[in-house]
């Protein structure tokens, strides 16, 4: 396994996602019109960031504050999140197009006479929470429990369905393998594996009774629906890393993003195309057709997580918005 500390992975992933090109809600001609052609695409100036960066570090205080006070756990951890969640949701730099599912869960979140099992939108399975959750696979010695059901439980808190909850442990998941060195061409059939094994185990200690609000008839048979569907994202992820043209948009092969499976399946397809070219991998990802920024994103995470933050140039890193409070988490977690 690869050293984490010496190539600072948290760092290296952390930095990564907010390299996240805003090219969303462009198709790949206007990318490409102005921005030039994609292996030479540069990071604007200046370079802001979008709502995957924001949520992401809402998410990074708040785990952190969690473990401040003692071993993670879901009522240490659902509370200072929520209240980063609702921070980041009124605050006037939220202006970067959040998803409504966001807006709509933080803004029931606000409601603490009810459970926030009450504010999750479980029919909703956009990416908005698989895009964040990157910290969970960054924090060193948790337990694969801590880290599964942490992963669930941030989605939970906003996107309920069991396809965002499922895809939110498996991109968690995937950055820990990666900053653990594992190879990236076994990556996918790492996956599954996790897939198969962890289907029909529903977290009732972090998720308490939101299955019942899926009109599922067990908590078993709610998140498997999420699994499953996984899982074919990720066999169609296999087959795109053998057949698909790094030249060819890659939403095309294993969806445009927008919703969770396929924004975990694009991110790492990018990633998988040029394992040994982070930037490149972070501008195919960004000329994409489909949620191109959260596509990044997730791209940028999985390379940082992998490669370490000495891959990003300085002239880039060092310009990006919020710089100083990703350092300090990356910090924080590669210690």
Known sequence: MVNRVSKRAATGALLGLALGFPAEFNDVPSILAKCGPWRQMRLPTPAI???DTQMTLALGRGLRTAMDRGVLGPEGMAEPVRQEFIAWNRSPENNR????????????????????????????????????????GLIPALSDEQRAGAAQ???????????????????????????????????????LSYAYDNRSHYHQRWLGDLWTRGQDPTPEHFIARGWDECVQALERLQGAVRTVSPETDPCLATG??????????????????????????????????????????LTGAFAGAYLGADVWPAEWADRIEYHGDLLALGALWDA
Do not use: Y
């Open 49 to 51: 960031v979008t709502d």
């Open 256 to 297: 445009a993003g927008w919703i969770a499976e396929e924004a975990l399946a694009t991110g790492l397809l990018c990633f998988l195309l040029f394992v040994d070219e982070p930037l490149t991998a972070l501008r195919r990802a960004a000329c994409t057709s489909g949620d191109s920024d959260s596509i990044a994103c």
């Open 153 to 191: 439980l941030q989605s939970a808190l906003t996107h309920g369905h069991p396809t965002a909850l499922a895809a939110s442990d498996l991109t968690a998941h995937a950055v820990r393998l990666l900053a653990q060195g594992a190879e990236p061409a076994g990556l996918t059939e790492l996956l």
């Open 97 to 136: 197009a959040p998803g409504n599912t966001c807006l709509r869960a933080c803004g029931l979140l606000e409601r603490d006479d009810r459970p926030w099992q009450d504010a999750s939108q479980v029919g909703s399975k956009g990416c908005g929470a698989n895009m964040r959750v990157a910290p969970i």
